[in-house]
């Protein structure tokens, strides 16, 4: 039976750079047994890191950590290379969920309850100069919708949302988690928009 004693708090502040452009959230961290750095999408075997390095560089292994060599090798994303690349670049990060309960003991958001979403409305406040929030899977999508009071886009399809006064464009993305059926190569096509925002 599902108490509070599962729910869990998200483990992190809101990555918000001053004069960011975009806003990209995701739905929420997976556990900490899976993590290879404590900054979002943290697990090695998710590919946000690499589609970001194949967009702003061409190198899928832009944002991988030089640990070494050898069988004591621990493969993890380089927290610090990504947080100057995201601040540089202005580009803020979150998820749609604060609390959450899993119902299936993993990260799927299939089986991913949400128990108190964040209010994006107030993140945006805080970004002024963004112009595009970009969901980064389904869940987040569909979140993000219910917040902005739009329809879901399809994913790689956005739509133009007012708020006060000033024009927004709510971007739905492919997941950058593996187990979404779609190569990395066709994912980095779809998230190249993101170099487009940040140029107009």
Same mark, same amino acid.
């Given at each position: 039976m599902a108490t509070s004693a599962n729910i869990?708090?998200?483990?992190?502040e809101p990555f918000l750079p001053e004069g960011a452009k975009i806003l990209m959230l995701g739905s929420f961290p997976? &556990?900490?047994n899976r993590w290879s750095m404590d900054?979002?999408?943290?697990?090695? !075997?998710?590919?946000?890191?690499?589609?970001?390095g194949l967009v702003f560089y061409g190198d899928k292994d832009r944002f991988i950590a030089d640990t070494g060599t050898g069988?004591?090798?621990? @493969?993890?994303?380089?927290?610090?290379?990504?947080?100057?690349f995201c601040s540089s670049r202005g580009i803020?990060?979150?998820?749609?969920?604060?609390?959450a309960r899993r119902l299936n003991d993993n990260a799927s958001d299939k089986f991913l309850e949400t128990v108190e979403p964040v209010d994006i409305m107030a993140l945006l406040d805080r970004i002024p100069e963004c112009r595009a929030v970009i969901a980064?899977?389904? &869940?987040?999508?569909?979140i993000i919708a219910s917040w902005l009071g739009c329809d879901v886009p399809k994913t790689g399809c956005f739509v133009d949302i007012e708020i006060d006064? &000033? !024009?927004? @464009?709510?971007?739905?993305?492919?997941?950058?988690? @593996?187990a979404y059926p779609m190569s990395i190569d066709r994912k980095a096509e779809a998230y190249s928009v993101i170099k487009g925002i940040l140029q107009y």
């Open positions: 869990e708090t998200h483990p992190w997976p &556990k900490e900054f979002f999408y943290p697990n090695f !075997n998710n590919d946000m890191w690499r589609i970001m069988s004591g090798q621990v @493969r993890r994303f380089d927290k610090e290379k990504i947080i100057r803020a990060l979150y998820d749609t969920v604060s609390k980064t899977g389904e &869940k987040a999508a569909g006064g &000033k !024009n927004i @464009r709510f971007y739905r993305l492919p997941s950058s988690s @593996r």
